[in-house]
């Protein structure tokens, strides 16, 4: 990345777990258009490693003592539970701050509107943070559509499927849904936006949950959703931590070709194992990983585009000086949530 001639946007960085630590710290760190000046973390091993990877950064136990440095921020990131992001989301727009929140966004449409309207009404930018818009996967695949080279797509199928039954150990494992837990909450924010992106808006959804975790209380750990496009493609989504023979990642059929990808996008471990955004090999998914394209018979391995997160936080600098639009409107995220809000009043 070139460097940046403008003041770096000073930014703060609420929670140090996998959002934190392993997405949006080291994109920020790496992007010369910021500086990480604050991480907000209570607990003290991870305190101490926030401090080892960025010395520079100001580490503080609580968003509190965070707030009363928002004079001397720009930015604030929320990579905490969504049940903070109303209250934690307000208190920035109030201090005059610009808000990232991570999905899931809120855990209702009613507060992901309420934050719309108090950023509109300040003047400050708020966005979600939709990574997978830049999946190496999703971008190939978006140009595989660009290109026409599967004809008029019929049906796309998406997964996100591992095998985890011990859970995640941490917060959504025991998350109820009106704590906005549950993996439709979390991954279907990532699966609906992007059959969104690729196909355009929904005219009907359907959607089915399920809870095969220890915490019987806790929201659902298995979903799968139906969309309808206006378009006339028909989206089918599947989300599932409990997998023991995963699914293929897209499943892509057309009038003239198919694409069919295995795997999921190899931004996230890379960046979990200290890969930064500016080494060679970040983005790249690896030869066997790439998807077929073409028909039964004579299909073969496309090379993957490469996977680019730190486009977010590249199209964010932008926007915050007058130059772009934002990396994802609150619009967007909303239109995601209501369809997710649907499902679970039905399913």
């Not at 595989?144 to 019929?154: F, P």
Request: glycine share 10%; proline share 7%; charged share 20%.
């Amino acid at each position: 990345m070139g460097e940046s001639t403008a003041a770096p946007i000073r930014t703060a960085v609420v929670g140090f777990g996998v959002s934190g630590k392993v997405f949006h710290a080291p994109l920020i760190a790496a992007d010369p258009n910021y500086s990480l000046d604050v991480i907000v973390t209570a607990d003290p091993e991870r305190a101490a490693e926030a401090a080892r990877l960025y010395p520079q950064a100001r580490i503080v136990p609580t968003p509190e003592q965070m707030f009363a440095l928002a004079g001397s921020l720009d930015l604030v990131v929320l990579g905490t539970p969504p049940l903070t992001h109303l209250e934690l989301g307000a208190t920035a727009i109030a201090c005059g701050l610009n808000v990232v929140v991570d999905k899931p966004f809120v855990t209702s449409v009613a507060h992901g509107e309420e934050l719309a309207v108090r950023a509109s009404d300040a003047g400050v930018q708020l966005t979600v943070f939709q990574n997978r818009r830049w999946d190496a996967d999703f971008l190939t695949l978006r140009k595989l559509l660009q290109e026409g080279a599967l004809g008029e797509v019929r049906t796309f199928e998406s997964r996100f499927e591992w095998w985890r039954p011990e859970g995640f150990g941490n917060w959504r494992d025991t998350s109820t849904l009106a704590e906005g837990g549950g993996i439709l909450h979390d991954l279907g924010a990532h699966l609906i936006d992007q059959a969104i992106q690729l196909f355009g808006p929904v005219e009907e959804s359907y959607g089915e949950t399920a809870n095969h975790g220890p915490h019987p209380g806790a929201a659902d750990t298995e979903a799968f959703v139906s969309l309808l496009h206006e378009s006339g493609v028909r989206s089918r989504l599947w989300m599932n931590g409990m997998a023991a023979q995963v699914g293929p990642r897209f499943h892509v059929l057309g009038s003239k070709a198919g694409y069919t990808k295995w795997g999921l996008d190899s931004q996230e471990p890379a960046l979990a194992a200290g890969v930064t955004p500016s080494d060679a090999s970040y983005g790249n998914d690896p030869q066997e990983s790439w998807g077929l394209l073409g028909v039964d018979g004579s299909a073969t391995p496309l090379p993957a585009e490469k996977g680019a997160y730190p486009q977010f936080y590249a199209e964010l600098a932008a926007c915050l000086r007058g130059q772009g639009r934002l990396p994802v409107a609150p619009a967007e995220a909303l239109e995601t949530l209501k369809i997710i809000e649907n499902i679970h009043a039905f399913a």
